[in-house]
């Protein structure tokens, strides 16, 4: 006869956020001190196309694996209170697939954390509890807010819009429509940031992933630690055949404490892995990281403000695109460089310029990235 069904461990997938100028970090690690990491190992871009799954922890997982998967998102939707497996289940299995639903479904806002209870002295689970942040009613009234929020989005962006403007409307859009708030409410899922309008880093990136989704790209959640941040969140996209790291919330001006600047920056848009390690590290994520190394969709490398010389055609460029951006009133131009050294060349000849003459450049570096802000 079988011991009683025992409580043995409580799993919580919830994410919050730490004191001080860290944007967010886990409760305990994603994934459980036990569960194998099969899938650290980075994976290149294939020469022709991405598999539609390339993205998703779903992938990761055996067909068994993959077959609960579904069942268990059923039960989420139909916020029904467990689930009860009919099949023998390993703890680090339940784990893992559980880890895969919150990874790939920001949508599932209303899923915040999950119980799993096993007989004394056995390895396989017998059910999971589930745990909800709102009742079904508060839910739908949630989700008619987040659907608002998409409809009002979806009004500035052209129906004939490639995949870069469309992520580009998205980052830019969350960014100038969220303040970032480390006391900001449900500051872990897409509500903070729909509903409430004030988020932190998870907020942030699932919120892209999941306005990139509804547009049909591919988008992943990543987390791990930043430079000087601690534990954050970010994404992986896919656009025009190959991938890039986002990171919209270090993109919001309003991410280190003051107001709004009066611009967007996009030191962070569709960058490279070499580009992104330089202050961002990934935790052993569930799905396949892959390798980024294309730069087509850069921001600076597609708005034609990336140099890596300053030969006097380039320079003519540099001194036109500034003198076309003050013309319209923009607040500052951005430009990125092959080197820091480049960087700060350029610098000297800008302040040379005769739209300079007589007045003081004021400006500002981001050494890690190469980029040089102009306020006009």
């Known amino acids: ?10 799993i919580s997938i919830v994410f919050t956020f730490t004191a001080g100028l860290t944007s967010c970090s886990y409760i305990e690690d994603f994934l ?26 779903k992938s990761t997982l055996s067909s068994q694996g993959q077959g609960l998967y579904e069942k268990i998102c059923k039960a989420i939707e139909k916020q029904e209170k467990d689930f009860v497996f009919q099949e023998d289940v390993k703890i680090a299995t339940v784990k893992k697939i559980v880890a895969s639903v919150q990874a790939d479904r920001p949508e599932y806002f209303w899923f915040e954390s999950y119980l799993w209870y096993a007989f004394e002295g056995e390895e396989t689970v017998e059910k999971i509890e589930f745990k909800y942040n709102c009742t079904k009613s508060e839910r739908l009234q949630r989700q008619a807010t987040i ?29 100038n429509h969220t303040k970032y708030d480390l006391e900001s409410q449900d500051n872990q899922n897409i509500v903070s940031v729909m509903v409430y309008g004030e988020s932190v880093c998870a907020g942030y990136a699932k919120s892209m992933q999941y306005l990139l989704k509804r547009m049909g790209i591919r988008c992943a959640y990543v987390n ?24 919209a919330t270090w993109d919001d001006p309003a991410f280190g404490g003051g107001e709004r600047q009066g611009y967007v920056s996009y030191s962070y848009f569709c960058v490279t892995t070499k580009e992104i390690t330089k202050t961002h590290t990934a935790d052993a994520n569930i799905f396949k990281i892959p390798v980024c190394t ?7 490398v597609r708005e034609n403000t990336y140099f890596t010389n300053l030969e ?6 540099l001194e036109a695109d500034l003198q076309a951006s003050k013309d319209a009133g923009a607040y500052s131009f951005a430009s990125k460089y092959s080197s820091t050294a480049l960087m700060d060349s350029a610098l000297e000849k800008i302040i040379r310029f005769g739209m300079f003459a007589g007045r003081t450049v004021t400006y500002s570096k981001d050494v890690d990235n190469c980029i040089l802000v102009i306020f006009l």
């Open 147 to 175: 659907d608002a929020y998409e409809r009002d989005f979806k009004k500035g962006v052209s129906k004939n819009s490639g995949d870069y403007d469309k992520l580009k409307s998205v980052h830019d859009y969350i960014i």
């Open 1 to 10: 006869m079988k011991k009683p069904l025992t409580l043995l461990i409580a």
């Open 312 to 317: 006097s055609a380039s320079l003519s460029d």
């Open 32 to 57: 459980g001190d036990n569960i194998p990491r099969a899938t650290t190992k980075p994976i290149s871009k294939p020469a022709k196309g991405l598999s539609k799954d390339a993205l998703l922890a």
């Open 294 to 300: 294309a730069t087509a969709a850069n921001y600076f």
């Open 224 to 247: 791990g630690v930043a430079k000087g941040r601690g534990s954050h969140a970010w994404n992986i996209v896919e656009i025009e055949g190959a991938y890039y790291y986002v990171d």
